[in-house]
């Protein structure tokens, strides 16, 4: 009788967790999935949302302004991809596009090992493609008044 009992309330048990997983696995939500709308009902809580939400977009504004103006015409925008990297890298060349060579980008760059480098550009019979700049003293494609690169490990 004993026995029979420890069993009830083991399988019991057993029940009550399953239905524990179960319904955390419904609200379960994958890790990169957009976040679920908050519903705010004290006002005072509305408002510091608000108020912050506010300030980082003042905060984004002035980024922007400040990358603009350190952005001016006798500096360029470059934007290069790795291999392994799926991100792009940014930052700011000190020359006007149609001035920077590849020996400017290499000291940007400015890591060890041998590179292939494509740059963005634009083929009149393609239309975008990717061009292999060889010579340090090589003028570097614009595009859209900015640089943009894909840099490879030479491994031959």
Known sequence: MK?????????QEIARLKLSISSQAKNFKYPYSAPARMQVSSPTLRKSLYERDATSITAHVQDETSEKQLVNSNSTKVVYYMDKSLTPFRCIMHKRIGEATLRDFKILFDRPGQYRYHFKTLD????????EVLHDDDILPGWDSKIVAWIEEDCS
């Open 124 to 131: 009149p019979e393609f239309g975008m493609v990717k061009e």
């Open 3 to 11: 026995l029979k009992r420890t069993i009830e309330e083991q399988e």
